[in-house]
Every structure is written in C-alpha cells, then in structure tokens.
C-alpha cells in the first residue's frame, strides 16, 4: 500500500514546477556553485519555499506525504542540472529519517516540521575515521549516561551538511560489550554544549555541499533525545540507509541524464569529417549504450522507490541493487561524455567535466559499491559466521 495522501495529478504537478524552478533557477547556478564550494542557501530558501524539502514526510508532521517515487523523481530532476542542490533536498531526508523511523510522537512533534518547512537542516553522523564500511565493528564515540543526560565523545567524519545542520542524528556506543547492539541513535541540536563543527573538507566534487567533521567534547545530550531504546542504533542506521540510498541512485542518475543529454545535443552539432559527429559510428555506439545504462538504472531505481512506498520486505536488496547499479552508470555515462566532447568536455566551460567530478561520489557515499555488492550477496548466500568454539 502507498501510503500518500496526494493524487497522480497533484504528483505530477509537483515534478511540472521542479522542472520549472531547475531550468530557470538551479541550473544558471550550477557551475558558480561548484566554483565557490559554499552552500547555495539561496537554492535551500528555494526549495523551502516549494515544499520541497519534506517530500515524502508524513503529512501529520508538516510534510507533503508524497509517495517515495515523487522523491526520488524530484532528486533526480535537480540532479540533472546540479548534484550539490539535490544533496540539499537528499540530506534533509536522510537527516530527518532516524527521528521518521524511530521516534516518538514528541520528538517526530518537534522536529520534523521544522525540516519539512526548511527553517531547519539536518544531517546524518554514522562515519568516524576508523569506521566507514564497517560501520558497526570500528564504532568509537561513546553516549554515557549521566542522569538526565547522555555525554557523548568521540569524532564523526564526512558528515555531509554537518556544518550547515541545525540537527544532527548521530549514532554513538552505549554499551562497548554488545557489538551491533550496543550502539544508539540520538537527535543532536547544534547549540548543545559541547558539540563543534571541525575540519572541512576539500572535495573533487559536490563542492556546493560541505563536508565536515563534527567534534563531541562531553557533549550533552537530554536523554528524552535517545531515539527508540537504547541499543536499537544500527538497526535503525540500515533502516534509514534502505530508504536513503535510493535517494542517492536518485542523484546519480540525474547526474547521468544530465551528461548525456548534454552529449547528445553536442554530438548533433559538432561537424568533423563533413558531417554532426553523431552520425559517426563510434559515437553513436556510445551515446547508445550510455542510453541503454541510464534506463536501467532508472527501471531499478523506481522499484526501490515502490518497495520504499511499500516498506517491502526486501527493500534492503533493492535499495542495494539501485545504488549500485545508478552509481556506476553515472561514473561511466560522465566519463563517456567528456569523451564525447573531447578537449571541450575537459574544459570548465562545459558542465561535464563537473558531472564527472560529482558522479565519483555516488560510487562511494551511503555505503561504497563494494558495501552494495556485499549486501547483494549476503541476499543469495547468507553472512558468513565463524564456526562455534
Ligand atoms: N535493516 C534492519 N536491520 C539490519 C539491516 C537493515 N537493512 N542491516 C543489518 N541489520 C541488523 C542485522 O539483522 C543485525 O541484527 P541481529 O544482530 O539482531 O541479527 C545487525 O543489524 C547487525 O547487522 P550485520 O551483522 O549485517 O552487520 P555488519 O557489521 O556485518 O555490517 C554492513 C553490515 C552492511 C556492512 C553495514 O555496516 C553497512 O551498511 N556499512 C556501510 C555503512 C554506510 O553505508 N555508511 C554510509 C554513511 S552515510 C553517508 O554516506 C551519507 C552521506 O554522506 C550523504
């Protein structure tokens, strides 16, 4: 069952003005976003302002409740023209998911609204500098409880927006003797004492969207901001990994059709050898099959995103399937165009070469492609347990 209380028609409408709004205010930016490598607010204040930052949240708490599949549609028309401001409208979801999944009715009261609407930002802190992949065996921040309180310490890294976030989910270890569940989940506000904004990072791409590392000194946390029980952290860290990296396939097919279209419209103007080069074999072989991995990667993509609207019990695969299957297409359809443009593509002044640069994330973040391939396989043939005694 879908679970959204908008019609086709209002769900189309909404894909009507993003395409409106890309053309004529995101894409015009793109290239002075990635330039400057600062957060475009002006982008955020835009899709704020076109409900666009609560998609999929449940009407009750001030979201749209679209269905998943509008989501992801959306991120991907954003994504065609600039990866950076589609992350803004993917992290606000992947930031508000753990409090969607496992918060209570006061703390879901508190702050999804205020992300629905986009007075606030979120993030999400799962990665720390020795637990990337494995992200519940090499976990090291600790959330001790102190009365009426948790400390937590410790340092998280890559934490896409983190320094933008006004609310952060971080997962922290409760209990160290418990592996997986010992670890748990907790809403951080910015202004908590204790809590600061460290290193930011110096990116190949998505340069409009900072990356940063975030520092808990004895950093206080009321206990009413455990979210669900404590030990419940890392279900609730896949659980939310399920429904994001959709949102990330998302991106990176934007990114693909974005390069390929660019390529197509080049290839039928640029004239070597007497005539369009899109009349020459060879890149008519290419554009053809970068046409074939886009549309697969979109026929997978939009099943996660029913299995999503569904809460499917085998959304994990999917979810898997989608992202890896979108992050190669956009790493290969990106490098084929800047081939296709040849020196021109290399040049800052086609956008190519920066959906090339962007695209490289998407095979790395919310789990690398090998992380995907491992969860894929874990589906066919069981996670391996080392023998008893
Ligand atoms: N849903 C619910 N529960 C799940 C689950 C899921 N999808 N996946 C695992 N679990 C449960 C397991 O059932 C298990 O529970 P039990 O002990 O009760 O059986 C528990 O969680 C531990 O699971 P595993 O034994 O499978 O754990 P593991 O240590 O073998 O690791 C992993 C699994 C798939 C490798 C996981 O660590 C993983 O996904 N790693 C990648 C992390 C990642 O994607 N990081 C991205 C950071 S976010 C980001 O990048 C965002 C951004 O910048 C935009």
Not at 114 to 137: C, P, Q
Not at 350 to 371: F, N, S, W
Request: glycine residues 10%; proline residues 4%; neutral net charge.
């Amino acid at each position: 069952m879908v679970l959204t209380h908008l019609s086709d028609g209002e769900e189309a409408l909404i894909l009507q003005v993003v395409r409106q709004l890309v053309a004529e205010r995101v894409a015009p930016r793109a290239a002075a976003i990635d330039e400057s490598g600062e957060f475009p607010w002006d982008i955020q204040k835009l899709f704020a302002e076109n409900d666009l930052l609560g998609i999929p949240f449940p009407a009750e708490y001030g979201g749209l409740g679209a269905s998943f599949l509008t989501y992801v549609k959306v991120v991907e028309e954003v994504a065609k023209a600039c990866a950076s401001s589609s992350l803004i409208i993917a992290v606000q979801e992947l930031g508000a998911l753990p409090i969607i999944i496992a918060g209570n009715h006061e703390q879901k009261q508190k702050y999804i609204p205020k992300l629905a609407s986009g007075e606030w930002t979120a993030a999400y802190a799962l990665t720390e500098a020795g637990s990337g992949s494995d992200a519940a065996g090499s976990m090291r921040t600790r959330a001790e409880r102190k009365g009426d309180k948790y400390l937590l310490n410790g340092t998280k890294i890559w934490i896409t927006q983190g320094g933008v976030a006004d609310i952060i989910c971080v997962f922290a270890v409760t209990d160290p003797t418990k592996g997986p569940s010992g670890i748990s989940a907790f809403i951080l506000e910015k202004t908590f004492p204790g809590f600061k904004v460290g290193k930011l990072e110096k990116k190949m791409g998505i340069r409009g969207s900072p990356t940063v590392e975030l520092v808990f000194e004895n950093c206080e946390v009321p206990a009413e901001n455990l979210l669900g029980e404590e030990g419940t952290g890392f279900k609730t860290a896949m659980k939310v990994l399920d429904k994001s990296r959709p949102g990330i396939a998302a991106q990176a097919l934007g990114i693909a059709q974005g390069a390929l279209d660019f390529a197509a419209k080049y290839a039928q103007e640029r004239i070597a050898f007497g005539k369009p080069i899109g009349q020459q074999q060879g890149i008519q072989f290419m554009l053809a099959d970068m046409k074939v991995e886009v549309e697969s990667s979109r026929l997978l993509l939009y099943e996660a995103a029913r299995k999503c609207d569904e809460s499917a019990p085998d959304l994990t695969l999917w979810a898997a399937l989608c992202k890896l299957k979108a992050g190669d297409t956009a790493m290969r359809v990106t490098t084929d165009a800047v081939q296709v443009l040849g020196g021109f593509g290399y040049s800052t002044e086609y956008p190519v070469e920066r959906m090339m640069r962007d695209a490289k994330i998407t095979q790395i973040y919310e789990g690398t492609q090998q992380i995907q391939r491992l969860v894929i396989a874990r589906t066919l043939v069981g996670k391996w347990k080392p023998p008893a005694g």
